[in-house]
């Protein structure tokens, strides 16, 4: 006797892109993390400035608390009725001005309860943005069949964002340290 098939609804193109886009700006910052040698990357590069154990701590809280929050607006969408989205064009393409999250010209300070500890070194810290992935990837999966075009929550910099656009700063803020990593590596090396 065979085990009963489940049944799930395909995954809507607009989070299929969404996770496309997470797993390609990830790629990036990996890239970057190795790019700056396993004994380096607990080094700050000078005074204020974070270490690459602490950029990453700082990417994990940051995950962490989108994740809680997609999920959060999800859960409170599907109870109120939101259905599935009709649409399917690009919600990358539609997010507005990508280079304002992305260029290191311009300063972004970061409030108290986003700023890393410091406590973790970048193995552990690597592990707790993986996690953070994880939680992440999940209630983007489970969002499927709920249109998230409306449902808006604020960014302290950015604005309102709808939970699609949420997702695409999230690969953007990747971007965003993955160079700033990049920059702490070629500070160490020249030092």
């Known amino acids: 006797m065979s085990a009963p098939s489940i049944e799930t609804a395909p995954t809507h193109p607009r989070i ?7 797993e ?4 990036e910052l990996h890239e970057a993390v190795a790019s700056v040698p396993a004994h380096l990357r607990e080094i ?3 005074e204020g400035r974070w270490s690459v154990a602490e ?4 990417l994990a809280i940051i995950e962490r608390r989108v ?3 997609l999920a959060m607006r999800v859960s409170a969408a599907r109870a109120s009725g939101v259905g599935p989205d009709t649409e399917t064009s690009s ?3 539609s997010y507005p001005d990508p280079g304002r999250a992305t260029d290191r010209s311009r300063k972004i300070q970061s409030p108290e309860p986003v700023r890393p500890s410091g406590a ?6 690597t592990q707790a943005l993986e996690q953070a992935r994880v939680s992440l990837i999940s209630a983007l999966r489970d969002a499927n069949g709920v249109s998230l075009e409306h449902l808006v929550q604020s960014h302290p910099v950015f604005g309102p964002l709808n939970m699609y656009h949420w997702m695409v700063l999230a690969g953007l803020h990747d971007s965003r340290h993955a160079a700033q990593i990049r920059e702490i590596g070629e500070s160490l090396a020249a030092s």
């Open 44 to 46: 700050r590069p000078g």
């Open 91 to 93: 919600v990358v393409d």
């Open 55 to 58: 950029v990453v701590e700082h």
């Open 67 to 69: 994740a809680k929050m």
């Open 120 to 125: 973790l070194d970048a193995v552990a810290g």
């Open 16 to 22: 299929q892109e969404l996770l496309t886009w997470l």
């Open 24 to 27: 390609l700006h990830r790629r």
